[in-house]
T-cell receptor, first 113, second 113 residues
Framework: GENVEQHPSTLSVQEGDSAVIKCTYSDSASNYFPWYKQELGKRPQLIIDIRSNVGEKKDQRIAVTLNKTAKHFSLHITETQPEDSAVYFCAASYSTNDYKLSFGAGTTVTVRA | DGGITQSPKYLFRKEGQNVTLSCEQNLNHDAMYWYRQDPGQGLRLIYYSQIVNDFQKGDIAEGYSVSREKKESFPLTVTSAQKNPTAFYLC????????????FGQGTRLTVV
């Protein structure tokens, strides 16, 4: 089955700096890679996703890159703000026949003011 | 708020007892998921279902059981066979299964006393 590894487990950045979180996946058949943000005491919510036919996707201050050959994808947050402090999860799934959605262990991001 | 509801929010169980966690969605989603969240271990998949009357084991299914008799409902039973049931449980659903956004419930915190 799919195994998603996520690094680092914790990340502290100065406000205004960039944050990068990296994930690797094991199943080459996976073709959908979402990122979720979970604020303290709240449910996870989708912030951005990418499909295997795209190498990069950007939405304002966040971007995701995908390297299918190496089986890894990354989340980039630029110009970090205090409200970016949260736990971020990457995930992978194979969207055709199996709806299994596997998550990484999460990265706790702290933005220092 | 998101159309997916978990109940109760907090649940206490005595050792040796089975307990059932409720998950209901009104989003007309085909796929539903149960995850367990422990500190530092991310979201671990317990069971998932792609259609009514069908479900598959996730990565940590031992000690748990589910049913999917209706599209809207996907209850999770934590049995006495689950050795360490104290955790935060999250239910999610997605419209077309793999490859689309998953929406999460608010979670149920189960404590064994």
């Amino acid at each position: 089955g799919e195994n998603v590894e996520q690094h680092p487990s914790t990340l502290s950045v100065q406000e205004g700096d960039s944050a990068v979180i990296k994930c690797t996946y094991s199943d080459s058949a996976s073709n959908y890679f979402p990122w979720y943000k979970q604020e303290l005491g709240k449910r996870p919510q989708l912030i951005i996703d990418i499909r295997s036919n795209v190498g990069e996707k950007k939405d304002q201050r966040i971007a995701v890159t995908l390297n299918k050959t190496a089986k890894h994808f990354s989340l980039h947050i630029t110009e970090t703000q205090p409200e970016d402090s949260a736990v971020y999860f990457c995930a992978a799934s194979y969207s055709t026949n199996d709806y299994k959605l596997s998550f990484g262990a999460g990265t706790t991001v702290t933005v220092r003011a | 708020d998101g159309g997916i509801t978990q109940s109760p929010k907090y649940l206490f169980r005595k050792e040796g007892q089975n307990v059932t966690l409720s998950c209901e969605q009104n989003l007309n989603h085909d796929a539903m998921y149960w995850y367990r969240q422990d500190p530092g271990q991310g979201l671990r998949l317990i069971y998932y279902s792609q259609i009514v009357n069908d479900f598959q084991k996730g990565d940590i299914a031992e000690g748990y059981s589910v049913s999917r008799e209706k599209k809207e409902s996907f209850p999770l039973t934590v049995t006495s066979a689950q050795k360490n049931p104290t955790a935060f449980y999250l239910c999610a659903s997605s419209g077309q299964g793999g490859g689309t956004e998953a929406f999460f419930g608010q979670g149920t915190r189960l404590t064994v006393v």
